[in-house]
């Protein structure tokens, strides 16, 4: 019976223990994953933030792609690299290696999650095809802009399809508005300083100032090539 007792009082002593045991291993491991979770998310930040040309501030990490927690300390240096091709459009593939005291501790390939924010044109309102589009600039994610944005400052345009307030406007979606008009009369200029004609004549294209444009001579029944110049005139190829 004393036997019996002493073996029942070991087990109960053996099941006390066991706990702390596992919790001590379970906090080890919250102990590295906070060690590693915020040293993988800056280097992650610094190396995207440095290739897409933005502050640190405007990259955000929200999952740094480790399935487990990075088997280094927390004075580990990490180098983060990536394809030279890599678009950082949301999600990212990366090779994170770490070095700690002159010797390698991890060497990990990740496919991580990040936004980057970027200031860009956007619609300021809601329009329809053909409707100019006012511009105002906001921050927006990388992975909404598809194609490079307008300049600001070299509009008007106008929509090519239909636009929702707030959604980036890149130069596929719209058109510069033309300074003149396909149909509209010009003058027409050819020859030079000593002999100069002067002709009226159609616009066959929409078109701005400085652009290469046909115009049809009505008079001669041919097609000018000219430049258009500011008010209304066309400068023939080959005039001075």
Same mark, same amino acid.
Request: a positive charge; aromatic letters at 2%; hydrophobic letters at 45%.
């Given at each position: *019976?004393?036997?019996?007792?002493?073996?029942?009082?070991?087990?109960?002593?053996?099941?006390?223990?066991?706990?702390?045991?596992?919790?001590?291993?379970?906090?080890?491991?919250?102990?590295?994953?906070?060690? $590693?979770?915020?040293?993988?998310?800056?280097?992650?930040?610094?190396?995207?933030?440095?290739?897409?040309?933005?502050?640190?501030?405007?990259?955000?990490?929200?999952? !740094?792609?480790?399935?487990?927690?990075?088997?280094?300390?927390?004075?580990?240096?990490?180098?983060?690299?990536?394809?030279?091709?890599?678009?950082?459009?949301?999600?990212? !593939?990366?090779?994170?290696?770490?070095?700690?005291?002159?010797?390698?501790?991890?060497?990990?390939?990740?496919?991580?999650?990040?936004?980057?924010?970027?200031? %860009?044109?956007?619609?300021? *309102?809601?329009?329809?095809?053909?409707?100019?589009?006012?511009?105002? *600039?906001?921050?927006?994610?990388?992975?909404?802009?598809?194609?490079?944005?307008?300049?600001? !400052?070299?509009?008007?345009?106008?929509?090519?399809?239909?636009?929702?307030?707030?959604?980036?406007?890149?130069? $596929?979606?719209?058109?510069?508005?033309?300074?003149?008009? $396909?149909?509209?009369?010009?003058?027409?200029? %050819?020859?030079?300083?000593?002999?100069?004609?002067?002709?009226?004549?159609?616009?066959?294209?929409?078109?701005?100032?400085?652009?290469?444009?046909?115009?049809? !001579?009505?008079?001669?029944?041919?097609?000018?090539?000219?430049?258009?110049?500011?008010?209304?005139?066309?400068?023939?190829?080959?005039?001075?």
């Amino acid at each position: *019976m004393a036997r019996l007792a002493a073996i029942v009082t070991g087990l109960l002593l053996v099941g006390s223990l066991a706990p702390p045991a596992a919790t001590a291993v379970g906090a080890a491991e919250r102990v590295k994953s906070r060690i $590693s979770a915020p040293l993988v998310d800056a280097a992650i930040r610094a190396h995207v933030a440095e290739a897409t040309g933005v502050q640190e501030h405007d990259v955000e990490v929200v999952h !740094n792609g480790l399935g487990v927690a990075l088997s280094c300390g927390p004075a580990v240096k990490l180098d983060v690299r990536a394809s030279p091709t890599e678009g950082y459009r949301r999600h990212v !593939n990366l090779r994170l290696q770490g070095s700690e005291a002159g010797r390698t501790c991890a060497d990990l390939r990740v496919r991580a999650e990040v936004v980057v924010w970027h200031e %860009a044109p956007v619609a300021r *309102m809601a329009v329809r095809a053909g409707q100019p589009v006012p511009l105002t *600039m906001r921050r927006v994610q990388r992975d909404q802009l598809h194609g490079d944005p307008v300049d600001l !400052n070299g509009g008007p345009y106008l929509a090519v399809g239909p636009l929702h307030a707030g959604v980036p406007v890149t130069v $596929s979606r719209v058109r510069s508005v033309p300074d003149r008009r $396909s149909g509209e009369r010009v003058t027409l200029i %050819a020859g030079s300083h000593a002999l100069t004609i002067r002709a009226t004549g159609r616009l066959l294209a929409d078109a701005r100032v400085g652009d290469t444009v046909r115009v049809a !001579n009505p008079a001669t029944g041919s097609v000018v090539v000219g430049v258009l110049a500011e008010d209304g005139q066309v400068i023939a190829q080959g005039a001075e």
